[in-house]
């Protein structure tokens, strides 16, 4: 479980920030759930490796983790996994999925439609959300619903953050569909070319997350909120990083734009202490 906990923690995620809010059992879950959705994603992001390699190795880490909930697999966090899996009743079908959005990022490094990039974005993020509830603890069905539209809300707004990171690796994420609309070419934004259609490209796609975020919220039944503050949490903590990234119009290219630890924790904290006694 330490070694699970020092992944989160050194990821500097956010994740982390409201994991340690949980009791300490769910935390420990939350820790391990997290190690495998870091695991899994740094098969990919990881090195120069070439993508034949990055293929085999995420179809070792499906088979070992297929044989940690069968019996025993050669990775000791797959079988700290399975064991939280198993505990927790946490559907197995997100954790597969997980990995096959990974793989579409040795696929492919472009989109053409948003409905393409809303399956990306459901199997990295809202999967997360699904194995998630599981830990946290729910009573009405359309919680899952809350997992689901939660997860392409946080995954869009990370999008917008990272365009130019991710553009420096080879990755465009904006649908070729939307960039066509707003006349944004794909060199401009390899080369970094910030200009008003860039802005109302990215305007646009905003409007999209918060129509997820404004879902997510609808699907929230007030019974579920004091046993998902940590999703709530994170909730609050991207719903900022977005308004951040409007406030300075989406001028991503000239320097970082993020929450600040302080704001973080100051969120997180909120939205503990509003639920805390109900929890």
């Given amino acids: 479980m330490e070694a699970d906990r020092q992944i989160s923690k050194k990821s500097k995620s956010n994740f982390y920030l409201a994991f340690n809010l949980l009791p300490e059992e769910k935390r420990d879950a939350m820790n391990t759930v997290y190690a495998f959705c870091r695991k899994t994603d740094d098969i990919v992001d990881e090195g120069n490796e070439p993508d034949e390699l990055k293929y085999r190795k995420l179809h070792v880490w499906r088979v070992e983790l297929e044989k940690s909930i069968s019996g025993n ?81 946080l995954q869009l707004t990370n999008i917008l953050r990272d365009v130019k990171k991710d553009a420096e690796i080879g990755r465009i994420y904006l649908p070729q ?68 990234l409007e406030a300075n119009e989406f001028d991503i290219f000239s320097g970082n734009i993020n929450v600040s630890r302080f704001e973080k924790t100051s969120l997180a904290l909120g939205v503990w202490t509003k639920y805390a006694l109900i929890y």
């Fill in 177 to 244: 569909e939307d960039m066509r609309k707003f006349d944004v070419s794909k060199s401009q934004i390899i080369d970094g070319g910030y200009d008003d259609n860039f802005k109302e490209l990215m305007y646009y796609e905003a409007e999209r997350a918060k129509g997820f975020y404004a879902k997510a919220d609808n699907a929230l039944d007030f019974e579920d909120k004091p046993s998902l503050f940590a999703a709530r949490a994170m909730q609050h903590i991207y719903f900022r990083l977005l308004k951040k």
């Fill in 73 to 153: 697999s050669a990775y000791p966090i797959l079988n700290r996994l399975a064991k939280t899996i198993k505990h927790f009743n946490i559907p197995l079908e997100p954790f597969f999925d997980l990995i096959k959005g990974v793989e579409m990022d040795i696929q492919q490094k472009e989109y053409l439609k948003f409905d393409d990039l809303l399956q990306y974005c459901y199997r990295v993020a809202s999967t997360v959300g699904l194995m998630s509830i599981e830990v946290f603890g729910y009573k009405k069905k359309s919680t899952r619903d809350y997992a689901v539209n939660l997860g392409l809300a």
